[in-house]
């Protein structure tokens, strides 16, 4: 879109009208569309239509850690235009797939070694969820049919995403749609014992046991699945407490329940490793991923799985499909270019390094907003932070927009959801970047009170 199209649209709101927009107040956005429509992206920053400048506070949508309009990555992509645009992904092979998958394999924790192409999250999930069940039906356990998600997750929006999920917003339209057969462990957001926490809370770790009471309300031999983000993105940078994971991972292995790690946030840098995995010590069944796999220039996700995961579905006559289950830009060739040129900037230019470099940068800064008005918490982990805000009475989600749009017009363009504010800014940030956006938020958050 070109700006003078774009400053036409702002300007007429029956311009605007025709597109639904995806987890957006539609009526909202389209009355007051000024200084929210993008017309430029380079580094870590947007143009508004306006020509104001914005901070990207979450690289995007969690996506775009190495910035906007990357050169590496945009000459790779002109390089795959002219060499392969597309290629059929059933039955077909495009050579680059095959290399991108040996290349996530050898960051994956060991043990994780084949990779599944997918093109957003919310398949992965879904793909996840189809390979937990068809894998226990391959090994005569066919009965292992319930997952067991957690509150407050964000799996995506796909039938088995959202079931999973522990979202009510994203859940409350759809109950006859649900999967049957999920349970929800509990959260991990107690203010009450980790207000301010820093890091990893100390307390909490006593909540993985409420998987053992799910596994006698419903006897091992009937569990498929537990899926977890290992630290909650969208639910507002919720950390998993010291020793949580390891007690899943524990249980999952004593009763024989593939762990789920969807690393859609957490995988490929935010966590200043490769993946959460990594980052928390605790090594899963599967790994879905997407968004920062290829810096989000085009859609990509997937599911890493264990060896024996894929070999329990190599059976059957040879010439037989195995598994009837694909997309048809799994493995995209732009999408695997933009991935591999990705992957070629966090290995060469010490990305990870430099996440754990700023995360401590991120802490100060943004718990620095600890002690302003109407502020309840602050957590944070890598580089990603959250803080919650006190509500505007009978009005949930009021504050934080009012906290956004001070933010908007300072500069800012951190993501609001309920009375939460979140910030991943891109892993080229400077730590006067991220001073300064701290600072803005606090200016935001004393305008909004
Ligand atoms: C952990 C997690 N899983 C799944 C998704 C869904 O991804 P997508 O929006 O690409 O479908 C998201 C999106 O934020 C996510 O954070």
Same mark, same amino acid.
């Given at each position: 879109?070109?700006?003078?199209?774009?400053?036409?649209?702002?300007?007429?709101?029956?311009?605007?009208?025709?597109?639904?927009?995806?987890?957006?107040?539609?009526?909202?956005?389209?009355?007051?569309? =000024?200084?929210?429509?993008?017309?430029?992206?380079?580094?870590?920053?947007?143009?508004?239509?306006?020509?104001?400048? $914005?901070? !990207?506070?979450?690289?995007?949508?969690?996506?775009?850690?190495?910035?906007?309009?990357?050169?590496? *990555?945009?000459?790779?992509?002109?390089?795959?235009?002219?060499?392969?645009?597309?290629?059929?992904?059933?039955? /077909?092979?495009?050579? +680059?797939?095959?290399?991108?998958?040996?290349?996530?394999?050898?960051?994956?924790?060991?043990?994780?070694?084949?990779?599944?192409?997918?093109?957003?999250?919310?398949? %992965?999930?879904?793909?996840? &969820?189809?390979?937990?069940?068809?894998?226990?039906?391959?090994?005569?356990?066919?009965?292992?049919?319930?997952?067991?998600?957690?509150?407050?997750?964000?799996?995506?929006?796909?039938?088995?995403?959202?079931?999973?999920?522990?979202?009510?917003?994203?859940?409350? /339209?759809?109950? %006859?749609?649900?999967?049957?057969?999920?349970?929800?462990?509990?959260?991990?957001?107690?203010?009450?014992?980790?207000?301010?926490?820093?890091?990893?809370?100390?307390?909490?770790?006593?909540?993985? !046991?409420?998987?053992?009471? *799910?596994?006698?309300?419903? #006897?091992?031999?009937?569990?498929? =699945?537990?899926?977890?983000?290992? /630290?909650?993105?969208?639910?507002?940078?919720?950390?998993?407490?010291? +020793?949580?994971?390891?007690?899943? @991972?524990?249980?999952?292995?004593?009763?024989?329940?593939? &762990?789920?790690? !969807?690393?859609?946030?957490?995988?490929?840098?935010?966590?200043?490793?490769?993946?959460?995995? #990594?980052?928390?010590?605790?090594?899963?069944?599967?790994?879905?991923?997407?968004?920062?796999?290829?810096?989000?220039?085009?859609?990509?996700?997937?599911?890493?799985?264990?060896?024996?995961?894929?070999?329990?579905?190599?059976?059957?006559?040879?010439?037989?499909?195995?598994?009837?289950?694909?997309?048809?830009?799994?493995?995209?060739? /732009?999408?695997?270019?933009?991935?591999?040129?990705?992957?070629?900037?966090?290995?060469?230019?010490?990305?990870?390094?430099?996440?754990?470099? $700023?995360?401590?940068?991120?802490? !100060?800064?943004?718990?620095?907003?600890?002690?302003?008005?109407?502020?309840?918490?602050?957590?944070?982990?890598? $580089?990603?932070?959250?803080?919650?805000?006190?509500?505007?009475?009978? @009005?949930?989600?009021?504050?934080? $927009?009012?906290?956004?749009?001070?933010?908007?017009?300072?500069?800012?363009?951190?993501?609001?959801? +309920?009375?939460?504010?979140?910030?991943?800014?891109?892993? *080229?940030?400077?730590?006067?970047?991220?001073?300064?956006?701290?600072? #803005?938020?606090?200016?935001? *958050?004393?305008?909004?009170?």
């Amino acid at each position: 879109m070109n700006e003078a199209l774009a400053r036409n649209l702002s300007e007429t709101a029956a311009g605007l009208d025709p597109y639904w927009m995806p987890f957006s107040h539609n009526r909202y956005f389209k009355r007051h569309p =000024a200084h929210r429509l993008l017309a430029r992206a380079e580094g870590a920053y947007y143009w508004t239509v306006e020509g104001e400048r $914005l901070f !990207d506070c979450l690289s995007g949508l969690w996506c775009v850690g190495l910035g906007h309009a990357h050169p590496r *990555i945009g000459a790779a992509l002109a390089r795959q235009f002219e060499t392969v645009d597309y290629s059929p992904a059933f039955q /077909m092979g495009y050579p +680059g797939t095959f290399r991108l998958a040996e290349r996530i394999a050898a960051m994956a924790p060991a043990g994780l070694d084949h990779v599944f192409f997918v093109n957003s999250g919310s398949e %992965s999930v879904d793909t996840a &969820l189809k390979i937990a069940l068809g894998y226990h039906r391959m090994q005569g356990e066919a009965a292992r049919i319930r997952f067991v998600g957690r509150e407050r997750g964000y799996h995506g929006v796909g039938f088995g995403g959202m079931s999973v999920g522990g979202m009510v917003a994203n859940r409350k /339209m759809f109950p %006859s749609a649900e999967l049957p057969g999920v349970d929800h462990l509990p959260h991990t957001h107690d203010p009450a014992h980790m207000a301010f926490s820093r890091g990893m809370p100390q307390w909490g770790a006593h909540l993985a !046991d409420e998987l053992a009471r *799910i596994v006698a309300l419903h #006897d091992a031999s009937t569990i498929a =699945a537990v899926i977890v983000e290992p /630290m909650q993105g969208s639910a507002g940078v919720i950390v998993p407490p010291v +020793g949580y994971l390891q007690k899943l @991972r524990e249980l999952c292995t004593r009763h024989g329940i593939l &762990l789920i790690f !969807d690393e859609v946030i957490t995988g490929f840098g935010r966590m200043g490793a490769a993946f959460g995995a #990594d980052r928390f010590g605790v090594v899963p069944d599967m790994i879905t991923f997407a968004k920062s796999v290829n810096n989000g220039v085009v859609p990509l996700g997937g599911v890493i799985v264990r060896k024996e995961i894929y070999q329990a579905f190599m059976t059957g006559p040879e010439h037989a499909v195995e598994f009837f289950h694909g997309y048809t830009y799994s493995g995209h060739p /732009m999408a695997v270019a933009a991935a591999h040129a990705t992957l070629d900037v966090l290995e060469s230019e010490g990305v990870f390094e430099r996440v754990r470099t $700023l995360e401590p940068v991120l802490e !100060d800064a943004m718990h620095s907003l600890k002690g302003e008005r109407g502020v309840l918490d602050v957590r944070n982990c890598g $580089l990603a932070a959250a803080f919650d805000l006190e509500p505007v009475a009978d @009005r949930p989600g009021l504050r934080a $927009l009012r906290v956004f749009e001070h933010a908007l017009a300072a500069g800012q363009l951190p993501r609001f959801t +309920g009375d939460t504010i979140a910030v991943g800014p891109p892993f *080229i940030s400077t730590p006067a970047e991220i001073a300064k956006m701290a600072d #803005d938020l606090r200016r935001a *958050i004393r305008a909004a009170f």
